[in-house]
């Protein structure tokens, strides 16, 4: 009676590890798979952004000489969290893309400005979490249009009420730490923009 207890025991252990067994790799193979897929996406994003980047440069592309066209056109920096993509051209313009922190999540930016005039001529929101209604209106086009041309020799200033000062735009009620979370970025990645141009 005792062995067959044990040959039961062993048999419920063996059972036991084998599941344990299927059921991680089972999990380490949907790992694989999700990441491959979340890579897949990370690099079409990347090839998107490349594109408008081009386009924004106006440097004439097509789908099979995009790579070279791009590192023809394009001088890549890096600083902490921003990566600036200057122009090999006439043009005297950057894009850049910058995260942050806001009040609840990571804010991705675009933007691109013109070095010459000191002015922003694009400016998007790439991805955030913020509060819908609140600071997730940094995505609306109100907001995002205050900065196209905007004067930023002095910087950028996100202000509840605007004095005419050269740079400062409209802050969204009710969303002040998102807005500082915005114009903290800005301003760092200008920052850069001025001392790599130098």
């Known amino acids: 009676m005792k062995v067959t207890k044990e040959k039961k025991g062993m048999k419920e252990e063996l059972q036991m590890s084998v599941f344990l067994l299927v059921m991680a790799t089972l999990c380490t193979l949907l790992l694989a798979f999700g990441n491959s897929l979340y890579q897949k996406a990370l690099a079409e994003r990347e090839k998107e952004l490349r594109m408008d980047i081009l386009r924004t440069f106006q440097v004439p592309f097509t789908e099979e000489t995009f790579f070279s066209d791009f590192n023809n056109a394009v001088e890549i920096e890096k600083d902490k969290r921003t990566t600036y993509y200057f122009s090999?051209?006439?043009?005297?313009?950057?894009?850049?893309?910058?995260?942050?922190?806001?009040?609840?999540?990571?804010?991705?930016?675009?933007?691109?400005?013109?070095?010459?005039?000191?002015?922003?001529?694009?400016?998007?929101?790439?991805?955030?979490?913020?509060?819908?209604?609140?600071?997730?209106?940094?995505?609306?086009?109100?907001?995002?249009?205050?900065f196209i041309d905007l004067d930023i020799s002095d910087g950028v200033k996100?202000?509840?009420?605007?004095?005419?000062?050269?740079?400062?735009?409209?802050?969204?009620?009710?969303?002040?730490?998102t807005s500082n979370a915005v114009m903290i970025m800005l301003n760092k990645a200008l920052d850069g923009v001025a001392s790599m141009s130098q």
């Open 88 to 146: 090999r051209g006439e043009s005297r313009q950057v894009a850049i893309i910058t995260a942050g922190s806001g009040l609840w999540s990571e804010i991705d930016i675009f933007l691109v400005v013109d070095i010459g005039a000191m002015e922003i001529q694009e400016l998007r929101v790439l991805s955030h979490g913020e509060t819908p209604g609140l600071g997730g209106r940094i995505e609306e086009d109100w907001f995002l249009d205050q």
């Open 158 to 177: 996100i202000v509840m009420e605007r004095t005419n000062v050269p740079g400062e735009v409209d802050a969204i009620s009710g969303a002040t730490r």
